[in-house]
């Protein structure tokens, strides 16, 4: 059985660790579930980095001659193994996705700094 542990949220969502019932078998591969409205995506720590990247890359917008950056805030894909998501943006979802990513990876850094120093 598998128990989700609060991380993180903001006001678009929010973050669950991903962990056994079971301590003794603990999974090398952590993952993280990202649950934006009603839909939940599970991703490990490079995935959430490459989200982050595409996040950051959606405010540059459309470098195209013909959109002329006028098309920026629209949608950014959200690629998984297993499905493809695409996000509907404005500047203030675009903002909480980003906060909720940041909030994450700062998160996951600080509880493995804390288990490296074997600090509970």
Known sequence: MYILDPLYCNSIGAAYTVKK????EEE???K???QIGDIAVLMNNK???????????ARKGCEC????NKNFYKTIKC??????????LTPEILDGLEE??????FHEE???????NQIS
């Open 21 to 24: 019932n079971n301590e003794e």
């Open 100 to 105: 909720l990513v940041l909030g994450v990876l």
């Open 47 to 57: 995935e959430i980095k490459k989200f982050l990247a595409v996040i950051r890359s």
């Open 110 to 116: 600080y509880n493995d700094i804390l288990g490296n």
């Open 28 to 30: 090398v591969k952590q």
């Open 32 to 34: 993280i579930q990202l």
């Open 65 to 68: 001659e013909n959109c002329d």
């Open 79 to 88: 690629n998984t193994p297993k499905a493809e998501i695409n996000f509907k």
